[in-house]
Nanobody, 115 residues
């Protein structure tokens, strides 16, 4: 089974930056569709950014221009660079890898942006 380990969450002031990392074990890392999701208290999980295996990237309108998803196939790590953070970005962030019908989730990392 693929195992995903997230890191990089924390507490930051509005306007600050964080970089989330998701390190993966498993086969054929570059073939996975990857993405970052978040879930705030009282809200459903939402897709924040996606990096399909075709090399494209997609972003939710709420984070476009502020967040950047990337991946390093050699390091088997996916990143989410989060700039100009807002209080409404506060949530638990989850990385997700998908290959065919298989899907894998990280353990989640808390991001808290102070007002």
């Amino acid at each position: 089974q693929v195992q995903l380990v997230e890191s990089g969450g924390g507490l930051v002031q509005a306007g600050g930056s964080l970089r989330l990392s998701c390190a993966a074990s498993g086969r054929t890392f570059s073939s996975y569709d990857m993405g970052w999701y978040r879930q705030a208290p009282g809200k459903q999980r939402e897709l924040v950014a996606a990096a399909p295996s075709d090399g494209t990237t997609n972003y939710a309108d709420s984070v476009k221009g502020r967040f950047t998803i990337s991946r390093d196939n050699r390091k088997k790590t996916m990143y989410l660079q989060m700039n100009s953070l807002k209080p409404e970005d506060t949530a638990v962030y989850y990385c997700n890898f998908r290959y065919g019908l298989q899907t894998y989730w990280g353990q989640g990392t808390q991001v808290t942006v102070s007002s």
